[in-house]
């Protein structure tokens, strides 16, 4: 299986604390995606970072990459009870338009 | 972006039986997808839902088992066939406009083989 590895597998945190979620992969990559699962519903898309990147941001969200040890992070900065979710990095390899999705990070954050 | 709709939204089923799952998007996208999501777990690809040809499987899901539908640019449908209380799990189907590189998940169907 290419499925990546997320850790930590679950995370609570305090409201206005930042929250910290690693993803490490086995091939080769095109880009890397992180998408957040609200309880019982589908995924929202959060950012993508492309191979040949290194650092992104969105709003609270900085995500990072290190195609050298196959490995991301996605930092939420000033965390809220509302990112209480899980979150899930997904691949996309070389030539190909396919998510092979990690094992995901739930995240609490209480008030 | 791209609004997904999915029916049921959960459903109850027999072993031995079978169910289809339709999947709609509010516009013409691309590339169509189903995946499982065992409880608990993460989301794993059972096929491309390919527009007027068959689908293309994943590794260890077959059409017998799980035979899929696109008809046109804005609707597929995947059935679960002979179920089983394996088969009890969250299929969720997604979406892809050309070049955009985001997929739009629609919001799954829960299903429950007894």
């Known amino acids: 299986s290419q499925q990546g590895e997320e850790d930590p597998q679950a995370l609570s945190i305090q409201e206005g604390e930042n929250a910290t979620m690693n993803c490490s992969y086995k091939?080769?990559?095109?880009?890397l995606q992180w998408y957040r699962q609200n309880s019982g519903r589908g995924l929202v898309h959060l950012i993508l970072i492309r191979s040949n990147e290194r650092e992104k941001h969105s709003g609270r969200l900085r995500v990072t990459l290190d195609t050298s040890k196959k490995s991301s992070s996605l930092l939420i900065t000033a965390s809220r009870a509302a990112d209480t979710a899980s979150y899930f990095c997904?691949?996309?390899?070389?030539?190909?338009?396919?998510?092979?999705f990690g094992t995901g990070t739930q995240l609490k954050v209480e008030l | 972006s791209a609004v997904i709709s999915q029916k049921p939204s959960r459903d109850i089923c027999q072993r031995g039986t079978s169910l289809t799952i339709q999947c709609q998007v509010d516009s013409q996208v691309t590339m169509m997808f189903w995946y499982r999501q065992q409880p608990g777990q993460s989301l794993t690809l059972i096929a491309t839902?390919?527009?007027?040809?068959?689908?293309?499987?994943e590794s260890g899901f077959v059409i017998d088992k799980f035979p899929i539908s696109r008809p046109n640019l804005t609707f597929s449908t995947l059935t679960v066939s002979n179920m089983s209380p394996e088969d009890s799990s969250i299929y969720l189907c997604?979406?892809?406009?050309?070049?955009?590189?985001?997929?739009?998940f629609g919001p799954g169907t829960r299903l429950t083989v007894t």
């Open positions: 091939t080769s990559i095109n880009n």
């Open positions: 839902a390919n527009q007027g040809s068959e689908a293309t499987y």
């Open positions: 997604s979406a892809e406009r050309q070049g955009a590189n985001e997929q739009y």
């Open positions: 997904a691949t996309v390899g070389g030539g190909g338009n396919k998510l092979t």
